[in-house]
């Protein structure tokens, strides 16, 4: 704080003048010095952005709020998945929140479509039914295949079931899986749940999948989202869109309130996933773990071509049928 005397305003730098503070001082009490103008001034000099800095903490403060609620939400959210996903196979149920479980008369969407980038575009040598029997219905032995071809251990399948909060039908599965990365130990749990529907005219098929690891790095802070479109357009043909997004999930420190405010317009521009929650490591979390994925469907893919040829070129005529009900998408 700095006093100036009179109308010469030499210590006082750049102040904002509404935050001067006059005093008139009585007739009978002046001091000398300052009886040729009988008033005395204080001026806040380090108060000369106060008002900006103000608002800058009012808006980090409302942002972390924002982010609180939107991680409440989440977590909310993959609660929701796991339970629906595990219903069937008698685990002791996931907590959810009451105003989830009202909303749930509402279908939801089972990934997050933002994040998600293409990574396969091509025709693939049989329909839409025909890669569901094969690859994904109850007692196909592909995904036990494949994941033994990924030197994958200790896989626990759940069977496809109909879930309120979904249209289609759910499913969770659980393996090890070997870690390539130098920063992650030999092999980590994942978890997936799966989720798939089926047109009314069987042509068209989706089916999507979201994999939390939980023994990597930083792995609770995110998820990998993917999903698989296909479309019939032939006898034995149809075509195939795979797009594969990383979405963190998460928490801000109160420690990085400000620290976040100040960054969060740079990050959102540099991170083509929808995020959370601040990481330091997110940008190799999030090239490692797509580049990890695209091996992943490249070894499917090439497996379930392998399959389907196979069945096509001996004649065999797959199995329309499944051990359990096969949910087609309502339009109306």
């Known amino acids: 704080m700095v006093r100036q005397d009179g109308a010469s305003p030499k210590q006082g730098g750049i102040v904002d003048p509404s935050q001067c503070l006059a005093q008139l001082v009585p007739s009978s009490g002046c001091i000398p010095q300052l009886m040729h103008a009988c008033r005395v001034r204080y001026k806040f000099a380090s108060f000369w952005n106060r008002n900006h800095a103000l608002r800058g903490l009012q808006r980090a403060a409302k942002n972390y709020r924002t982010m609180l609620e939107a991680e409440k939400k989440e977590r909310a959210e993959s609660a929701l998945r796991a339970h629906s996903s595990s219903i069937r196979s008698g685990k002791k149920q996931v907590n959810i929140p009451e105003d989830v479980v009202q909303k749930a008369g509402k279908l939801q969407a089972f990934i997050k479509e933002e994040v998600l980038v293409g990574i396969y575009n091509d025709l693939f040598p049989c329909t839409a039914e025909q890669f569901f029997n094969i690859c ?15 030197k994958d251990s200790n896989l626990v399948m759940g069977q496809w079931h109909v879930a309120d909060e979904y249209d289609g039908q759910v499913r969770e599965i659980t393996f090890r899986s070997l870690c390539n990365s130098p920063m992650c130990p030999p092999d980590t749990a994942v978890t997936e749940w799966q989720h798939f529907v089926l047109s009314p005219d069987k042509k068209k098929l989706v089916f999507e999948t979201v994999q939390q690891p939980h023994d990597v790095p930083f792995g609770s802070y995110f998820e990998i989202h993917c999903r698989w479109s296909l479309e019939t357009n032939g ?93 087609t998408q309502d339009n109306s």
Not at 265 to 291: E, L, P, T, Y
Request: proline share 1%; charged share 25%; aromatic share 8%.
């Open 136 to 150: 994904l219905k109850d007692g196909s032995t592909f995904i036990n295949e494949y994941r033994s071809a990924r």
């Open 235 to 327: 006898e034995n043909s149809c075509a195939m869109d795979i797009k594969v997004g990383r979405f963190l999930v998460a928490l801000v420190s109160l420690t990085y309130v400000t620290r976040f405010y100040l960054t969060l317009n740079s990050a959102d521009s540099q991170i083509c996933a929808h995020f959370k929650k601040w990481c330091v490591m997110q940008s190799k979390i999030r090239s490692g773990a797509i580049n990890e994925y695209k091996k992943e469907v490249d070894l499917m893919l090439e497996m379930a071509r392998a399959r389907a040829k196979s069945r096509t070129s001996s004649g065999e005529t797959m199995d329309k049928s499944s051990s359990s009900p096969i949910i």
